[in-house]
């Protein structure tokens, strides 16, 4: 299948501060890739849908201001989260989709992120 | 839009028996139900799915059916191993361009021996 990648796997920031999730398709372009959130225990929850060239669709409860994302190349889509608060500690997750009508959803590693 | 329910929430079996996984989803639009296994600290990672014009689907141990008039969907393991130990999520997908994965709340499966 194909790869998916995400930079950094695990980070630790303190609060108040922005930390930007890089999402990559390696071997396929992707129009469009999906960020999801998991908390310990917990299902996936999609945040945001980012489509290449055009402004993210987030989920209701979302912040978007809070949640920035940038899908400026097939390729490569971020996440950034702004101004963190510990409770903003989760594992965060993209995935890229290919492109045709029985298209596939491929899932990058996760970001590990914790706000002290 | 769309609601996906998963039981049992926990589901412990020995070595070698059969584990059966339930979903049930709400919105009649769905046509794409996946399967992930997830192990701790990892990726999902795709075991199989089901598109909604087939009833039943079948890879080795692994195996899921439909029922589309019912709204639900089932995993079946068989011969479970130990390495088969892990969280398991089922999805649904709805049609068109804004289609997205909707996950189910998701089963930890422990393989004792």
């Known amino acids: 299948g194909a790869v998916v990648s995400q930079h950094p796997s695990w980070v630790i920031c303190k609060s108040g501060t922005s930390v930007k999730i890089e999402c990559r398709s390696l071997?396929?372009?992707?129009?469009?890739m999906f960020w999801y959130r998991q908390f310990p225990k917990q299902s996936l929850m999609l945040m945001a849908t980012?489509?290449?060239?055009?402004?993210?669709?987030?989920e209701q409860g979302v912040e978007k201001d809070k949640f920035l994302i940038n899908h400026a190349s097939l390729t490569l889509s971020t996440l950034t989260v702004t101004s963190a608060h510990p409770e903003d500690s989760s594992f965060y997750i993209c995935?890229?989709?290919?492109?045709?009508?029985?298209?596939?959803?491929?899932f990058g590693p996760g970001t590990r992120l914790t706000v002290l | 839009g769309e609601n996906v329910e998963q039981h049992p929430s926990t589901l412990s079996v020995q070595e070698g028996d059969s584990a059966v996984i339930k979903c049930t989803y709400s919105?009649?639009?769905?046509?794409?139900f996946p399967w992930y296994k997830q192990e701790l600290g990892k990726r999902p990672q795709l075991i199989i799915d089901?598109?909604?014009?087939?009833g039943e689907k079948k890879d080795q141990r692994i195996a899921v059916t439909l029922n589309k008039t019912a709204k639900h969907f089932s995993l079946h393991i068989t011969e479970t191993q130990p390495e088969d130990s892990a969280v398991y999520f089922c999805?649904?997908?709805?049609?068109?361009?804004?289609?997205?994965?909707?996950f189910g709340t998701g089963t930890r499966l422990q393989v004792t021996l």
């Open positions: 995935s890229a989709r290919t492109g045709g009508s029985h298209y596939e959803q491929f």
């Open positions: 980012s489509n290449e060239g055009s402004k993210a669709t987030y």
């Open positions: 919105d009649s639009a769905s046509n794409y």
């Open positions: 999805a649904a997908r709805n049609t068109g361009t804004a289609s997205k994965l909707t």
């Open positions: 089901i598109r909604s014009n087939v």
């Open positions: 071997d396929f372009q992707a129009t469009t």
